[in-house]
C-alpha cells in the first residue's frame, strides 16, 4: 500500500518569504510523485511531477520540488511568494504497481500576507 | 482548452435522502476517476473506470454508494441514503489510459453538505 505524509497543515508566510512544504511517501518500489494546488474557488490543478531523471523537477509559476529517494521525500519550494500563491497545495503518490491509482497527502493550507 | 465537468456544483440534501452526481471526462480519455475529499484532508480515490468497466473500487461503501459509467463517457455517482458524514466535496477526473504516467485531469467538483 502507498501513503503520503505532509508535515505541515497550515503554513503563513509574508510576501517574498521563501517556502518550503515537506511530503513523505511509503511505497516499496518506483514512484510518480506529484504536487496539486487548490487555489480558492477553483479546481485542483497539477503544479509539477516526477516520473524519472533529474530529481530536481520545476514547474508552473516558479515552483520546484527536489526528489531524495533515499529519504522517501519530494518536498516542494519556492524561493519567493507571493499573495497570489494562497492555496492548499497537495503531494501525491502513483506507484508503478499501483495502476494509474494517487494516493493523496492531507494538504498544506498556506497563506501569504501582503 | 477541455476541461472535466461536473453537476451540480453544489448539493444541499437532508439525511437518507437520495443524491446523484455527474461527470463528463475530457473526450477520449478513458479512464475516470470519483474522489472523495472530506474538508481538511486530501482527496481519497472512491472507483476508478476504464471504458465502462470497473477498475477499482475498493473503497466505495457499496451499501450505500454506487457509480456507474454505462456507455464509457460520463459516470453518475450515487449515495442512497445520504449520511451526515457523506457531506465532503466529491471530485471526479480522466486520464486518457490506466498507465501509471498518465496525468489525471480534475474537474471543479461537487460540494455535498448533508444536513
Known amino acids: 500500500a502507498q501513503s503520503v505524509s505532509q508535515h505541515n497543515h497550515h503554513v503563513i508566510l509574508s510576501e517574498a518569504a521563501s517556502l518550503e512544504l515537506g511530503c513523505n511517501y511509503s511505497?516499496?518500489?518506483?514512484?510518480?510523485l506529484f504536487w496539486y494546488v487548490q487555489y480558492p474557488g477553483q479546481h485542483l490543478q497539477l503544479l509539477l511531477k516526477?516520473?524519472?531523471?533529474?530529481?530536481l523537477v520545476k514547474g508552473i509559476k516558479g515552483f520546484e520540488a527536489e526528489f531524495i529517494k533515499s529519504k522517501f521525500s519530494f518536498n516542494l519550494r519556492k524561493p519567493s511568494v507571493q499573495w497570489s500563491d494562497t492555496a492548499e497545495y497537495f503531494c501525491?503518490?502513483?506507484?508503478?504497481?499501483?495502476?494509474?491509482?494517487?494516493?493523496f497527502g492531507g494538504g498544506t493550507r498556506l497563506m501569504v500576507k501582503p | 482548452e477541455a476541461e472535466v465537468a461536473q453537476s451540480p456544483r453544489y448539493k444541499i440534501t437532508e439525511k437518507s435522502q437520495a443524491v446523484a452526481f455527474w461527470c463528463d471526462p475530457i473526450?477520449?480519455?478513458?479512464?475516470l476517476y470519483w474522489y472523495r475529499q472530506i474538508l481538511g484532508q486530501g482527496p481519497e480515490l472512491l472507483v476508478q473506470?476504464?471504458?465502462?468497466?470497473?477498475?477499482?473500487d475498493s473503497q466505495l461503501p457499496k451499501d450505500r454508494f454506487s457509480a456507474e459509467r454505462l456507455k464509457g463517457v460520463d459516470s453518475t455517482l450515487k449515495i442512497q441514503p445520504a449520511e451526515l458524514g457523506d457531506s465532503a466535496m466529491y471530485l471526479c477526473?480522466?486520464?486518457?489510459?490506466?498507465?501509471?504516467?498518465?496525468?489525471?485531469?480534475f474537474g471543479p467538483g461537487t460540494r455535498l453538505t448533508v444536513l
Open positions: 477526473a480522466s486520464s486518457s489510459g490506466l498507465a501509471w504516467d498518465n496525468e489525471q485531469f
Open positions: 511505497y516499496g518500489g518506483t514512484v510518480n
Open positions: 516526477y516520473f524519472s531523471g533529474d530529481p
Open positions: 501525491a503518490v502513483n506507484g508503478k504497481n499501483a495502476g494509474n491509482m494517487l494516493t
Open positions: 473526450s477520449g480519455h478513458a479512464t
Open positions: 473506470f476504464q471504458d465502462e468497466s470497473v477498475v477499482d
